[in-house]
Structure formats: C-alpha cells, structure tokens
C-alpha cells in the first residue's frame, strides 16, 4: 500500500510507498504542532509511536545508534546539511573564479537562517545582530567597496609607509591595511574558518545595510539631510542633539533601532549613514591564487621560526638537545591570565599596594564582598581587575613591566602577521630561581605538595638529571587554524612536550552564563555523516573543577562548529536533542587532530584531551598547578607522570548569553542559591569577571584513548522556548 500526506495549509506533502518509512518526526524533535491527513491507498500498516517514545529513546545513552540515524535523516529532510554546502558552495565556486560579487552569495547566505542573525529574512533591521558583525569586521568598512584577501603579505605592505593604513577590528584580531581609498587588504589565518567567518560577517553586514537603505528612501533627500547635519556640526553645533534631530525625521525606523544605530556608531553615526548611503553595500572580494596548502607552510613555518628563536634564546639549549633537556608545557589562552597569575612584576608587594591604592581612590568596583573576609583568590581577582585597568590608564607603565618580566625569564614574540599568534615563553628556572611571588592559590598548592618556594630536594637530582621547565602560553587560535599552529609546535618541541592546554570561545546550548562545561567527546559538524572525536577525562576531578570555580559543571558532548552564523535554530536545537550537545566551539577536532597526528609520527606521547568553558583565572589556575607541579626537580621518570585535567565557562566576551536554567544532574554541582549564601555571592560577583568566558582544552600527558561511556549531563530546558535566548547561545 501507500499514504499521502496532505498539510491543511500547504497542501500535498508526500506520497509514501516504501515500508518502514518513519514521517512527520519532526514534529516531536521541534516540539511543533501541524495539521496534517493521512490517507492509505491499497492494504496499509501503521503504527503510531508515542512522542515520549521517542523522547525515551534519546535519552537513553544505549540507543545512541537511534539517535545518530534519526539525526541523520533530519538533517537531510530539513535541508540543515544542503543550506551549509550550498553556501559553502557558493563561496568556494566564486573564490576560484578570482571575484566576488558579496550580493551574488546574499541568497546563499540567507538560505542559512543563521540563528545569530533571526532578522535575515525580515525587513525590519536586526541592529542586535548587525553589531556582532560589525564587531568582527575592519572599522572603516563603510569606506572600503574592494578587498583583497590573502593568506601572504603583499610586497606593498613591507613599506613602512603602508603602517599608517592599518585598520583594526574590535572583536577579531586581523592585520588589515588600507591600500588606496576604498580598497583595503585582509590577511587571513591558515585554513578556511577565517574567510568563512569575514565572508559571513561581510554577508550580515551587507544584508542590514539593503534594509536601512529601504527604510532611509527618498535617498536623495535624506542625504540633502545628512549634509545640513553634517554642515551644522561642522559649523559648532552639538553633535548629539544634530543627530537626535536628523533621527527624528527617520519615521521608517524604529524609536528602539535608532538608539541601537547610535550606540553601535557612537559618535560617528551622521558620517556611517552617509557612508552607507553612497556603499549601498556594493563589496567585491578578490582572492589570493596561492594555494592554500602552501601558504599555510610557509606561514607557520615563519611563526615557528621566531618561537624557536626565542626559547633558544632563553633557555641557552639547542634545538638538537631539546628532547633531553625540555619539560614543555603549551598553554594557548588570551594573553593575560596566564601571565598575571605567574608575572614577578605584578606580585611584587609594591607594584601591588601602588595598584590597589589607585583603584581604591578611582573607586573601582573589584569584586571585593561587603563583609570582607574574601578568599586568597577573590582578593587575587580583584588584583587582576584592577591590575587591568590601572595599566589601561597607565600604558607607559607595561614597557616597565616587560622590562621587569625580561629580566626573570618571560621571552615575548609579538606577532601580528602570518598567524596573527603572539608567544610568551616563560623559562620557570629563573623565575623560580630566587623567591618571586605568584598567585596566591598557585603558591599555596606548590609550599603544601610540591615544596617549591624554596626547593628542599632539588640537590636529589644533577643536572643532567633534571630538565629544564619551560611554559609556551600562545594567543587563541581561529577555527582550523588551531590544528596547523599546535602542529608547529609540537612538531618543534617534539617528545619534551607533556601537556598542550586550550582555551578558546564557546557557547552553550544549556545551563546559564559562566556555567562549566565538561566534554566527553568532540562532534564534527559536516556533511550528513558527522565525524566524532573521543575524549578521555578519567583522570579529572570534577569536584575540584567546582570548587575552583564555582560554578554548574556540565558534563557532554560538544560540537565544533564551521562558523558562528551558519547555524540555524534547528540545527542548535538538532545538536541539543539528537547529540545531547552542552556546546559550541570552533577547535576543539583541529586541536584533537594535530596531537593523533603528531603521535602517529612519533612527535608526541599519547595524550588526553579535555575541551572545556570556565571562569578565566579559576582554569588557569589549574592549569599552572598541574604545570608547575614538578618545576623544580622533575627528573626525567618524572616527567612521564600523567597530569589532571580541568573544565570549563560558559559565556563570550562581547556576545550576550542570557542567563538560562538547567537540570542539573549528579555529576554536576549546582550553587543554586539566590545570593544569599557565600557561593551565591560568589556567583554573583563571578558574573562581573571581564574576560570569564572562555572555552578550554586539556591536552595530557596518558596512554588511555577509549572514550569513558556515561557520565552525560541531563538534555536541559527546552532550548527553543526563547528564540532570542537561542539565538544568543553562539
């Protein structure tokens, strides 16, 4: 027999006639409502299955075959899959041809739906979403109408001259330079995360630019209005109460966009609408020929250089001896935490009276509680939020500080090109050679267990025994690039690496902001086959985690992602409910890659990986106590010994992740107390931390590489009841 399926509003649906064919399940994933008839034709079976059915199934770790089928063929049915390739598709087939038409890939890119821009398809501005991408792209795009994109400098910008037209972006670390009027350069990051992500933002840009020029028609006569304001304040008008009154003349246009359109241009709004209204977001890219393959090399080969140079330097040892001589732990993290917890100049007593003086007389708001009695490293924060903006007020101060940090061993490579990936390298004999303070939590751990400050049992071992500590904390790779920049480095440190730690971005798909995430294994996120990656973190304390940051653990898998706005609501809620997701990130596999590839080539030991999410400074903490955990006198047996894990925060610097519930289950901890309580403070004033959200991958030092089953966090609340919440969670 077979049935058709005919939707009340849509008419004819489908005509099944093939047995065993599952329909309208979409409906009990989406937890959506149609009204649909079934009609048999000939002798017809079917059998209806119960929606809790199907809730029951997924939930139930042992039908992970169910749940990675029907993933499947959701995938497919919805078109999730088809809108990603076709995009990519789109971009890839116009890069080849030298030249893009940024309007030619519009459609493409809407057919996304992404969840960051709900406002694609809308005609009405989705200003929320437009600052994300503006963020994310150079400051003077409303001036430039052609870009070159490259993964090589261009010979013109070797001229020192071409330093007069750098051009930043606020949210993306990128060298970009301004060739002639209205024409700039990009240089891109190895891999395609980079240009999938400008392109994308690019693409959003271009998309709420058509929409306000729609709602500023007339044209000619809002730019007759631009000019007279302009004019007025040229003349010595004020600025805020000219544009107030050219907005008011705006009728097309919300009273709530124009103050977001403000806020996003501050101060230069009346220029950016002129801009826009002469762009008409007209934009061409043209593509570097280069292959891709070889521009990656011969970047990271240049980046590589100069790490090797500089530990080199340092440490006195030669590269042919670095295997016996080296105890090298990498940290890839922002460039403060790490550098604050562990800085001789910014523990010195007097550096720290001089800072907190300020502060108090600025009267900063550091975290501090009203009763007092805060912990060592409550106070410790406050310190490194002040520290920060002491030295944001006080520039001069920090050439002092490297000076200082010079001195006792912290090499530093600045890198603004190539891998757009700054070094420091800190050479822990000297900086533990004579009694330098660090973090307060760091010392403590190290004066209890491992007797450092001082040493009592480092004459046990000559030195032709005992290798040389060194720390390489690198700036946060970009997507794919992640794997061709930790290749680098453990293809130059080699088998003296024993533990590689990550820190990066990320969003959650449940539990709230500056939550922890701890992922069992990673998901690849192409094509319709996804691609899983195991993750071992048997050796972690979770408890530990918790206290350290006390926040909600959260323990699952975690999907890494091709790019921030090429995910739709389905697909989030896709990855939450088939694949149990806590999250979203962009390196997590290219990390996990690099290091199964270095083992294959005999780079590396067998190492475990954690990728994870939490408050900036509790993580780095743990990760400097299992470091320095043998500084002083590990031998060479001792370097072998496997190091713990950590976890991770749920949150991103510049992105708003509203606060969510979530069902916590017994392999989390969840402070859950109104404030009331010293960990609900605690929360509280964790909220206010600058820089606590990030991603973080452990990386260790073990043989075990079989996934640990189990131990999986509960699905949540329905991350769909708030599209905007959603939308936000990326």
């Not at 770790?61 to 169910?66: D, V």
């Not at 593509?287 to 891709?292: G, I, N, S």
């Not at 000297?430 to 939590?441: E, K, N, Q």
């Not at 030092?701 to 329905?718: F, H, L, R, T």
């Amino acid at each position: 027999g077979a049935i058709t399926i005919t939707d009340k509003y849509m008419g004819f649906i489908a005509l099944i006639n093939q047995p065993y064919t599952l329909f309208d399940e979409v409906f009990v994933i989406f937890d959506e409502t149609r009204e649909r008839i079934a009609i048999a034709k000939g002798h017809t079976s079917v059998v209806v299955i119960p929606a809790a059915v199907i809730e029951e199934l997924l939930e139930d770790a042992s039908q992970m075959r169910f749940a990675q089928a029907l993933g499947s063929k959701l995938r497919v049915s919805l078109g999730i899959s088809s809108a990603l390739s076709g995009f990519e598709f789109a971009l890839r087939a116009a890069l080849l041809s030298g030249s893009v038409d940024i309007r030619q890939i519009i459609p493409a890119y809407k057919s996304l739906s992404p969840a960051i821009h709900a406002g694609a398809n809308d005609p009405t501005l989705d200003v929320t979403a437009w600052s994300y991408a503006v963020h994310r792209l150079p400051q003077r795009i409303n001036e430039i109408f052609a870009l070159v994109l490259g993964v090589n400098k261009i010979n013109v910008m070797n001229s020192p001259t071409a330093l007069r037209g750098s051009i930043l972006s606020v949210a993306r670390r990128r060298t970009c330079r301004m060739l002639m009027p209205g024409k700039a350069f990009l240089l891109l990051r190895p891999g395609q995360s980079d240009i999938t992500d400008f392109v994308t933002c690019l693409c959003l840009h271009t998309v709420e630019v058509l929409k306000l020029r729609a709602l500023m028609k007339p044209i000619q006569r809002t730019m007759a209005h631009l000019v007279t304001a302009r004019d007025a304040v040229a003349d010595g008008a004020d600025r805020e109460a000219v544009t107030a009154s050219f907005l008011s003349h705006m009728k097309n246009i919300s009273d709530t966009d124009k103050q977001a359109l403000a806020s996003l241009y501050k101060g230069d709004l009346l220029e950016q609408l002129m801009n826009i209204c002469i762009h008409r977001g007209d934009f061409v890219i043209y593509a570097d020929t280069v292959p891709v393959e070889v521009s990656e090399c011969t970047a990271a080969e240049k980046w590589e250089q100069k790490v090797e140079n500089a530990a080199m330097a340092l440490t006195g040892v030669r590269v042919s001896e670095w295997d016996s001589s080296l105890a090298v732990d990498i940290i890839s993290s922002n460039r403060i935490s790490v550098m604050d917890l562990l800085s001789p100049f910014l523990h010195d007593p007097e550096v720290r009276r001089r800072i907190m003086t300020w502060a108090e007389q600025k009267g900063l708001d550091l975290l501090t509680s009203e009763g007092g009695g805060e912990s060592s490293d409550e106070l410790d924060n406050a310190y490194y939020v002040a520290a920060d903006k002491y030295f944001e007020a006080h520039p001069e101060e920090l050439k002092v500080r490297r000076e200082y940090e010079s001195k006792h061993g912290i090499a530093f490579v600045d890198e603004l090109e190539y891998t757009g990936i700054s070094v420091q390298i800190l050479f822990m004999d000297r900086l533990l050679s004579s009694v330098v303070s660090c973090d307060s939590v760091l010392k403590q751990s190290l004066d209890r267990h491992h007797k450092l400050f001082p040493p009592d049992n480092c004459e046990a071992h000559s030195p032709r025994q005992r290798k040389k500590h060194v720390i390489v904390n690198i700036d946060y790779a970009f997507g794919e690039q992640a794997e061709h920049v930790l290749w680098s480095l453990l293809n130059l440190f080699s088998l003296s690496v024993r533990s590689v730690n990550v820190m990066g971005k990320a969003g959650g798909l449940q539990g709230s902001r500056g939550d922890v995430m701890f992922p069992t294994h990673f998901i690849h996120e192409r094509g319709d086959i996804p691609d899983f990656r195991s993750v071992d973190n048997q050796d972690v304390d979770i408890a530990e985690l918790h206290e350290l940051a006390q926040r909600c653990v959260h323990v699952g898998p975690m999907v890494t992602i091709p790019g921030t706005l090429m995910q739709n609501r389905r697909a989030l809620r896709l990855y939450h409910t088939i694949w149990a997701s806590i999250g979203l990130e962009m390196e997590g596999v290219y990390f996990v890659q690099a290091l199964e590839k270095a083992k294959v080539m005999g780079l590396a030991k067998p190492m475990t990986v954690a990728e994870l999410i939490p408050p900036l400074y509790a993580i780095s903490r743990t990760f400097l106590l299992k470091c320095l955990a043998c500084s002083q006198c590990s031998s060479l047996a001792a370097v072998d010994t496997p190091l713990d894990g950590v976890a991770t925060v749920q949150e991103e610097e510049g992105d708003d992740l509203r606060p969510r519930t979530s069902t916590i289950s017994s392999t989390s901890f969840d402070p859950s107390d109104d404030g009331s309580t010293s960990t609900g403070r605690a929360n509280q004033k964790l909220k206010h931390f600058k820089n606590v959200c990030r991603a973080v991958a452990r990386f260790q030092v073990s043989g075990k590489n079989d996934i640990e089953e189990g131990g999986q966090q509960s699905a949540g609340p329905d991350p769909s009841a708030n599209e905007d919440t959603w939308r936000d969670s990326i």
